[in-house]
Nanobody
């Protein structure tokens, strides 16, 4: 059964915004650090942003810092990625995953299908 479902992607012009959601089922995410990752055409999956289990600490890749905001609502078992000032280089399939406190690997879930974000230049 699918445990993480990414949604909210779409086609947007450069400078526009999208809000991605990552909804968990069958397993609560409240005790996990959550992360967003992306895979662009011709590139490996890369880190985008993470948020600690209680939302108190966030980290961002330099490429998105100041433009993207990660947040979470543990009561809804959902993590969000607000993407502003989108650039063509943000075009990618976006994925979420989780890691345990004290671990370095976002490997709690199998990688899903992600959600496609396409930014036209």
């Amino acid at each position: 059964q699918v445990q993480l479902v990414e949604s909210g992607g779409g086609l947007v012009q450069a400078g526009g915004s999208l809000r991605l959601s990552c909804a968990a089922s069958e397993r609560a995410i409240s005790s996990y650090t959550m992360g967003w990752f992306r895979r662009a055409p011709g590139k490996e999956r890369e880190f985008v942003a993470t948020i600690s289990w209680n939302g108190g600490t966030t980290y961002y890749a330099d490429s998105v810092k100041g433009r993207f905001t990660i947040s979470r609502d543990n009561a809804k078992n959902t993590v969000y990625l607000q993407m502003n000032s989108l650039k063509a280089e943000d075009t990618a399939v976006y994925y979420c995953n989780a890691k345990r406190v004290g671990s370095t690997s976002f490997d709690i879930y199998d990688w899903g299908q992600g959600t496609q974000v396409t930014v036209s230049s």
